[in-house]
C-alpha cells in the first residue's frame, strides 16, 4: 500500500515569515491536497538563544491570513505531537545515546576557547578556518582521543559535553532530489557536526532526522540552503532508521532579487515579511510593514509565489489556489534561482483585485477606509464605489485615493488645474450646474451627462473644457472613474454642496 502523504513546514520561531518561507509552505501544501495528504507546521525551537517571543502566533497567524492550514500543529493538534522541539528534548537524548553506543558519535568536551585556540593552530593559508574532522579530532578532547576511563571521568564529575556525529573517513552519500535528481557528497570534506549540545537540546540536524521519522513525513520540501546539511541527515538516517524510511527531499530554488541574491535591502524595501502584527523585528527594532499591509490580497500573493520556481507548462500566470492544487507537479519546479520582481508582483494584485468580486473586496476596503464601524446605508454606498474603482486600486492601499473622496470631502482642490481656462461664463455655468442638483431630479449618470452636454452647447461652451473642473470639484483632482458616476454615487445634495464648495475658491 502507498504511504499516506504527510508533509512539514519546520520554522524556528526566530522572526518574521518572508516569501521565501511561504513559498516553502505554498509548495507543501500544494503537494498534500493533491495527494489527499497532511500538511504539518513543526515549530523547531532547539536553539533557545535565536528564540522570539511571539514569532511562533505571529506564524500561525500569517499562514490563517495565507489560507494555508495545516492539518497537524501545536495550534490544530495531531497523534504525532508535541510540534514543538523544545517539548520532545527526551527523545533526542536517547537517540544520541544510541549513536555513542554503536560509535558513530561521540561526546567531545572542548571549551570554546579551546576551539578558538585549535583553529588558530591548525590554520594553513590553504585551510584557514580548519573544521572539526577526521584530520583533527584525535587531537581535540573528546571520547575518541581520550579512552573510555577518562570519558567516564569527565561525565561523572559533570563536565558540560556536546555530542557529534563521527563523519566516515571517505564514502559518498547520496540521495534523489525530487528537484534536482542525483546528488552526492564526499563525507572526505564534511565535518563532525554537533548533534547535542551542552544544553541537552538537540541541534537541528539531529532534531530534524527523528521527527521527521516520529512523525511519518513522507516528502519534504525546503529551501535550497538546506542542501548542504542533507549529508549529515543522509547519514543519520542510514544509521538510527534505515535510508529506505527517508523522506524524498525537494530543495526548491533560491529566490532571487532584481540584482541577484535577495538581500536584507531588498528586504526592507519591497516589505518581504508577510505581515507585520503588532511584532518587533528584533533584527531591526521595528514593526515592519510587510504584504498584508502594503496592500496585497493574499490570494494574490499566493499567486505570485507559486510562480517563483513553478509553471504549469502553458503561458498561464492566475491561478486560484484551488487551481494551483489541481495542475502543481513537482517536475514543473526547476532548479534555477527564481526572480522576484515587486513591479511584477503588483500586476499579479492588480489582477486579482480586479477578477475579485465586490463581496470580497467590500470589508477590504470598509477596513481601510473607516476607522469605527458603519452603517447598512452607508455599506450599501461602499458597495457601489468598490464597483466603480477595483480596476483603479493595484494595490488595496490605493482604495484611500481612489475612493475616500465619496465618504470624505476633499481636504484641497487642485484648484491650478482649472484656473487657468477659467471664465465668467464657465462660473455661470456651475452656479447653474450646482443648483440643478439641489433642485430637481437629473435621473442616472448617461441622463446627467446630457443635460450637461445640452447646456454647455446652448451657452457655446466645450462640454470638455468644463469635465475637468467638475471632476476637481468632487473629487480634488485628476483622477477618479467617470465623472457622472461619481456624481450618482455622491448624490445631487453633496455634489451641489463640493459644486457650490468649489466655486467659493475660485475666482
Ligand atoms: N528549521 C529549519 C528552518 O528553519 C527547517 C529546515 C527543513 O525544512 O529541514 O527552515
Same mark, same amino acid.
Given at each position: 500500500m502507498e504511504k499516506k502523504v504527510r508533509v512539514r513546514f519546520a520554522p524556528s520561531p526566530t522572526g518574521g515569515l518572508h516569501l521565501g518561507g511561504v513559498r516553502t509552505v505554498l509548495f507543501n501544501y500544494l503537494f498534500a491536497k493533491k495527494h489527499n495528504g497532511s500538511f504539518i507546521v513543526r515549530i523547531e525551537d532547539t536553539d533557545q538563544r535565536r528564540y522570539v517571543p511571539g514569532a511562533e502566533e505571529y506564524l500561525f497567524d500569517c499562514l490563517r491570513w495565507c489560507g494555508l492550514e495545516p492539518n497537524e500543529s501545536v495550534q490544530h493538534g495531531g497523534s504525532f505531537g508535541p510540534y514543538r522541539q523544545s517539548e520532545r528534548k527526551s527523545l533526542y537524548k536517547k537517540y544520541a545515546d544510541q549513536l555513542i553506543e554503536q560509535e558513530l558519535a561521540y561526546y567531545a568536551f572542548d571549551t570554546p576557547e579551546e576551539l578558538e585556540k585549535m583553529r588558530a593552530q591548525l590554520a594553513?593559508?590553504?585551510?584557514p578556518s580548519p573544521q572539526y574532522d577526521r584530520q583533527v579530532r584525535l587531537q581535540l578532547r573528546n571520547s575518541l582521543a581520550l579512552g573510555e576511563a577518562k570519558t567516564k571521568e569527565l561525565l561523572d564529575a559533570g563536565t558540560p559535553y556536546v555530542v557529534r556525529i563521527k563523519m566516515p573517513e571517505q564514502e559518498t552519500l547520496r540521495f534523489t532530489d525530487l528537484i534536482r535528481g542525483e546528488v552526492s557528497f564526499d563525507t572526505a570534506t564534511l565535518d563532525d557536526k554537533v548533534l547535542l549540545k551542552a544544553d541537552g537540546m538537540p541541534t537541528y540536524h539531529l532534531a530534524v532526522v527523528v521527527d521527521d521519522h516520529h512523525m511519518q513525513i513522507t516528502h519534504a520540501f525546503r529551501g535550497e540552503e538546506w542542501l548542504p546539511s542533507a549529508p549529515v541527515h543522509i547519514l543519520l538516517w542510514k544509521h538510527? #532508521?534505515?535510508? @529506505?524510511q527517508m523522506p524524498q527531499w525537494a530543495h526548491l530554488p533560491l529566490i532571487l532579487g532584481p540584482n541577484g541574491k535577495l538581500s536584507k535591502r531588498d528586504g526592507a524595501k519591497y516589505g518581504f515579511p508577510v505581515f507585520a502584527m503588532n511584532w518587533t523585528d528584533p533584527s531591526t527594532g521595528e514593526v515592519t510593514e510587510g504584504f498584508k499591509e502594503k496592500g496585497f490580497l493574499p490570494e494574490a500573493f499566493l499567486n505570485l509565489l507559486a510562480l517563483l520556481g513553478w509553471n504549469d507548462g502553458s503561458e498561464k500566470e492566475i491561478f486560484t489556489l484551488q487551481e494551483l492544487i489541481d495542475s #502543481?507537479?513537482? @517536475?514543473?519546479?526547476?532548479s534555477a534561482g527564481a526572480r522576484f520582481d515587486y513591479e511584477k508582483a503588483k500586476w499579479f494584485n492588480h489582477e486579482w483585485i480586479k477578477k475579485s468580486s465586490t463581496d470580497r473586496l467590500l470589508p477590504e476596503f470598509e477596513q481601510r477606509l473607516f476607522t469605527n464601524a458603519i452603517s447598512g446605508a452607508e455599506r450599501e454606498k461602499l458597495k457601489q464605489v468598490v464597483a466603480l474603482v477595483k480596476d483603479r486600486?493595484?494595490?488595496?492601499?490605493d482604495c484611500n485615493e481612489q475612493a475616500g473622496f465619496f465618504f470624505t470631502e476633499p481636504a484641497q482642490l487642485d484648484t491650478t488645474a482649472i484656473t487657468g481656462k477659467w471664465s465668467a461664463e464657465k462660473r455661470a455655468f456651475f452656479e447653474w450646474l450646482a443648483n440643478q442638483y439641489q433642485t430637481s431630479s437629473l435621473g442616472d449618470a448617461a441622463a446627467q451627462e446630457l443635460l450637461f452636454k445640452e447646456k454647455a452647447a446652448s451657452l457655446q461652451l466645450k462640454a470638455g473644457e468644463l469635465l475637468l473642473p467638475l471632476r476637481i470639484m468632487l473629487?480634488?483632482?485628476?483622477?477618479?472613474?467617470g465623472v457622472f458616476d461619481i456624481a450618482t454615487v455622491l448624490g445631487p445634495t453633496v455634489t451641489a454642496q463640493r459644486i457650490a464648495r468649489a466655486l467659493t475658491l475660485l475666482p
Open positions: 594553513t593559508p590553504s585551510n538510527l #532508521f534505515g535510508l @529506505e #502543481f507537479s513537482i @517536475e514543473r519546479i526547476h486600486c493595484t494595490l488595496l492601499t473629487v480634488g483632482g485628476k483622477f477618479g472613474p
